[in-house]
DNA sequence: CTTATTTTTTGATAAATGTCAATTTTATTG
DNA sequence: CAATAAAATTGACATTTATCAAAAAATAAG
């Protein structure tokens, strides 16, 4: 089970046997139905999750409404950013949107290895650099998209999401409200 | 000169006199005027630039207008993300809105300085989950507030950009039209 | 200092999106 | 499968922001 989990690794940064050893120890693995949550609002993230099996929304509220700030879908990377770096409560709350398996690389095992192991290091460097990148990418597109042509290129580059986000948090996840999706589809 | 450069750095992630020796072999001073480039469109971005003295602005164009991505003030850090990382011709261009000073770290260095010492990849591995945390900001404050306090966020916590940004630089950064960014203000 | 150029402001109008309410559709549960 | 709850759609209208054009103000150049 952890193979897969190895092979993206290793697909984003090269990394010995002893490495993998070494990250191994501070895995761990576990499940949840559809609906409940990762991480709870208030908790501080201590881990990175990896969506073995299943998927989920990170979201947040704002005026009592629930905005989708992101996606994470299968085989995928997630965490909250700001209470993992800041080890601070987090304001996100992280839902699974199926029956999911989900394995857990803890904070205290990432400190440790990015001050002792260089592969390690790098491969957190790749890590963080692929999620600055597509942080910027969707910063881009909602400073001087239309709603529709956010709308669209969701449609055309994570088509996935449309398979288990319901209208709503699509809607949020767009900055639009769930009305306007909806005439935007029709 | 150095030496400022140097404890800035050091406030981010420690480091040690021999890092910093090798990091001094890979830094380069330039000097440009108020309205040059430091990066033009279609030039790949092969350093991390800190702007020493002066300020600038980071933008592209979208159906031939100018589009302001992001401001970088006196003493901080900037680059083009995609460019750096994926080694590929940059969309963006780097202006600078005063006469500057800024010191350039290669990606020469750092990618030779990342595989080989772990207080420089934890120093990058700051630098970028600082880098994470302030896009995260950015996209939230785009996905769900008016333009109004869009504006009200940048007045009370980066002043200093009014200082040196026209107005058209910053509607376009908040990603409203000049026009309504002059009318808010009145 | 005067003229030219650029930037900002203002006005009138159009387009995009939001809000609220009602209805229809879909999903859930006993 | 009927009853209920939740989600999605639709309509009428309000609000925000964009667009285009012109005027005023600020800046740069001779």
Redesign the interface.
């Known amino acids: 089970m952890f193979s897969e989990y190895f092979n993206i690794l290793g697909s984003i940064s090269p990394i010995g046997e002893l490495c993998r050893k070494k990250i191994e120890s501070h895995l761990t693995i576990k499940e949840f139905k559809k609906g409940e949550h990762i991480l709870h609002t208030g908790e501080t993230c201590n881990h990175i999750y990896f969506m073995y099996k299943g998927c989920n929304r990170i979201y947040y509220y704002?005026n009592d409404k629930e905005?989708t700030?992101w996606f994470t879908s299968e085989k995928h990377f997630c965490f909250s950013?700001?209470s993992f770096?800041?080890k601070t409560p987090s304001h996100l709350s992280i839902e699974t949107l199926e029956d999911s398996v989900v394995i857990q690389l803890s904070r205290k095992g990432i400190d440790e290895l990015?001050?002792?192991d260089?592969e390690f290091?790098?491969l957190?460097?790749n890590i963080?650099?692929g999620?600055?990148?597509l942080?910027?990418?969707?910063?881009?597109s909602?400073?001087?998209e239309t709603a529709r042509q956010r709308y669209q290129n969701l449609v055309t580059e994570q088509p996935e999401i449309l398979q288990f986000a319901n209208l709503q948090h699509i809607a949020?996840f767009l900055?639009i409200t769930s009305e306007t999706l909806s005439r935007i589809r029709s």
């Not at 942080?135 to 881009?140: A, G, I, L, V």
Request: proline share 0%; charged share 25%.
């Open positions: 704002k905005i700030e950013i700001t770096f800041d990015i001050h002792s260089l290091a790098n957190f460097i963080l650099s999620s600055l990148k942080s910027q990418k969707r910063m881009d909602m400073q001087f949020s900055g």
